[in-house]
């Protein structure tokens, strides 16, 4: 059974830094892409940022420059580090994992709140 456990949501002022962080269980084999997924309230689900086995990123424009993922491959493992948080930042973010190129798996989500 495939599991995907996020940590590191939480509240913080305009500025700060958070770091997520997603571990993924069950899956021992073929994992393409692991990253990033966020939904603002009234809003539609957006890539924030992904990362391919082989360390290609996919990442939002408008998180260049803030955020970066890294990735353990050995340990099925992705954090997502935010800097210079912005109020539009607010959302729950959840982890992504693509795997055999065609299933896709998701985490519970983790709220992260940016206060102006």
């Known amino acids: 059974q495939v599991q995907l456990v996020e940590s590191g949501g939480g509240l913080v002022q305009a500025g700060g830094s958070l770091r997520l962080s997603c571990a993924a269980s069950?899956?021992?084999?073929?994992?393409?892409?692991m990253g990033w997924y966020r939904q603002a309230p009234g809003k539609q689900r957006e890539l924030v940022a992904t990362?391919?086995?082989?360390?290609?990123?996919n990442i939002a424009d408008s998180v260049k420059g803030r955020f970066t993922i890294p990735r353990d491959n050995a340990q099925n493992t992705v954090s997502l580090q935010m800097n210079s948080l912005k109020p539009d930042d607010t959302a729950v973010y959840y982890c992504?994992?693509?795997?055999?190129?065609?299933?896709?798996?998701w985490g519970q989500g983790t709220q992260v709140t940016v206060s102006s």
């Open positions: 069950g899956i021992i084999f073929s994992v393409n892409r």
């Open positions: 990362i391919t086995t082989g360390g290609a990123i």
């Open positions: 992504y994992v693509l795997r055999s190129q065609t299933r896709e798996y």
